[in-house]
């Protein structure tokens, strides 16, 4: 498996060899990923969060519907990808489109642990199912001179819905005083069920083998495994890189509540509101401060502004070379954006890890889909979900526990009333969370704020902790990623 360079192609040349189904699988990735993206960004902050109006899960409860979400979102692909190639894009788009519905309007109804986790499971399974026809359809309308064009078109398309959602989510779930968290999810299940339209109209079936379709689902399935186990570079590489996804899922998964309880983004509000003037009001809290997704948001339009370019430029050099700086610069972002209390250098470090992402996350795409057999492209592209399963889940099954240990702002703040302050325990219990910071305000005196009570909790308790511990996997994974880089190299030169 060779990391080889794109041919020399100019680039009018590349775009009119892009056949009609790749622009229509651009059109529906942006609707499906503008309903997704507007969900992820404001579900960490309605289930655990600070203002009343949350769902009032634990860190871990979230972390557990995050894991299993992640489990079954990932590793379906691995069968689903063969069945697609078998039974037919289509069926299987209009399947995922119908989950997700029912997934999103759960989630609108949710009312504790169980049903968010049901609603959760079905955009995981969904999603799973949705993937490896859509990014199979890309990879078969590209070719080797035009791959690395191709992808950083298809991943700017994805981020065109990545950007927007979360701008939409901040506007349709309103503030702490007046909030509407229903409207994100009702709204997400509205532009799902859109996605029928183009695929219906725009989309062409692609030819499949006539023996494909007497195949029975089991044996579409074992057959899918066999191919993986057999690919061990391509087993191999997945591995490696499941580190990398590990660290990296936790930015959207962990990093809004992080800000939530750790950031002071009134700097980011104060910008806004000089950009925007009285429209800012959607973006910001009710004290003023930029809302946490409207941070997370600069990943997306980072990538808006600068995936095309930097894809065309990263397209004379090898797909590993990328894969690895891409890996250390995001690296960097991720753990530089939990370490401070300044809205403005979260937002800063933020955007250096959309940088290492534009350079590494279409490379990898574009690696698994161009090392993937002609008529295995759907089945290669849902093994490149092996990584996010492994890495995503692992990460929200640990993420949740390392919160609550070096973290968690409420745990804290009950910490220093018992151990500073000298509160009895029960008392300290019977506290609302929204409160304890109040609390801890008043204790420390002379006329503190509870930005005052936040500011000591970190100097006491370092909650940044919990982002060297996370980027220290993904650390782990830049280096395995060269060694293995290496390894391959070393077997082919022997051959």
């Given amino acids: 498996m060779s990391a080889t360079k794109d041919v020399a ?31 992820r960004a404001v579900l960490p902050l309605y289930m655990v969060g600070t203002a009343s109006s949350s769902l009032g899960l634990s860190y871990k ?3 557990v519907i995050f894991m299993v979400w992640a489990l079954l979102q990932c590793l379906i692909p691995m069968a689903s990808g063969g069945f697609a190639e078998t039974y037919g894009y289509k069926k299987s788009m209009y399947a995922a489109f119908t989950i997700n519905i ?22 995981g399974v969904g999603t799973g199912i949705f993937k490896p026809p859509v990014q199979g359809i890309v990879a078969k309308s590209l070719d080797e001179g035009n791959s690395g064009l191709g992808f950083g078109i298809f991943y700017w398309v994805v981020n065109v819905g990545g950007f927007l959602a979360p701008m939409a989510a901040a506007w349709a779930r309103g503030n702490e005083l007046h909030p509407t968290w229903s409207t994100v999810f009702n709204g997400a299940a509205l532009v799902t069920a859109w996605n029928f339209i183009p695929t219906l109209l725009l989309f062409q079936e692609p030819k499949r083998a006539p023996a494909a379709a007497r195949k029975r689902p089991l044996q579409v399935f074992a057959e899918t495994m066999k191919t993986l186990w057999n690919d061990a570079p391509m087993l191999r590489f997945l591995l490696v890189v499941s580190g990398f996804w590990f660290m990296f899922m936790q930015l959207w998964d962990l990093l809004p509540n992080f800000i939530d309880e ?34 997370i948001n600069i990943d997306s339009f980072a990538i808006i502004l600068l995936v095309l370019p930097l894809s065309w430029f990263l397209g004379r050099f090898a797909m590993i070379t990328s894969l690895v700086l891409g890996m250390a610069i995001a690296l960097i972002g991720f753990v530089g954006s939990g370490v401070t209390m300044s809205g403005l250098l979260c937002a800063f470090m933020i955007f250096v890890f959309a940088i290492g992402e534009i350079i590494c996350s279409p490379k990898f795409s574009e690696f698994v889909g161009m090392s993937a057999p002609p008529d295995k492209k759907a089945v290669y592209m849902g093994f490149a979900n ?55 305000a008043e204790k420390m005196g002379g006329g503190a704020t509870q930005q005052d009570a936040i500011t000591l909790l970190w100097r006491v308790y370092h909650p940044w902790i919990v982002w060297v511990l996370l980027g220290a996997v993904g650390l782990a994974s830049v280096v395995g990623m060269i060694v293995n880089y290496r390894r391959s190299s070393a077997v082919q030169i022997a051959k």
């Avoid at 999103?104 to 642990?113: P, R, V, W």
């Avoid at 009001?281 to 941070?295: D, N, S, V, Y």
Wanted: one cysteine or more; charged letters at 15%; proline letters at 3%.
């Fill in 386 to 440: 092996i990584p996010f399963a492994v890495g995503w889940a692992a990460g929200n099954g640990l993420s949740g526990v390392l919160y609550d240990h070096f973290s968690s702002r409420v745990v804290f703040a009950r910490r220093i009333l018992e151990a500073r302050f000298g509160l009895p325990a029960d008392a300290v219990a019977k506290i609302a969370p929204e409160r304890l910071l109040a609390a801890v």
């Fill in 262 to 295: 750790w950031v002071n983004c009134m700097d980011v509000g104060r910008l806004l509101t000089a950009a925007l003037g009285r429209h800012a009001h959607i973006f910001l809290t009710a004290a003023g401060a930029a809302k946490p997704e409207m941070l």
């Fill in 102 to 123: 029912s997934g999103y309007l759960l989630m609108a109804n949710a009312s504790g642990f169980w049903s968010m986790m049901a609603a959760g499971a079905c955009v």
């Fill in 61 to 63: 409860e979230k972390g």
């Fill in 9 to 39: 192609v100019p680039i009018l040349t590349q775009v009119r060899r892009m056949r009609r189904n790749f622009w229509a699988a651009n059109i529906i990735e942006a609707g499906e990923r503008l309903a997704f993206f507007g969900v």
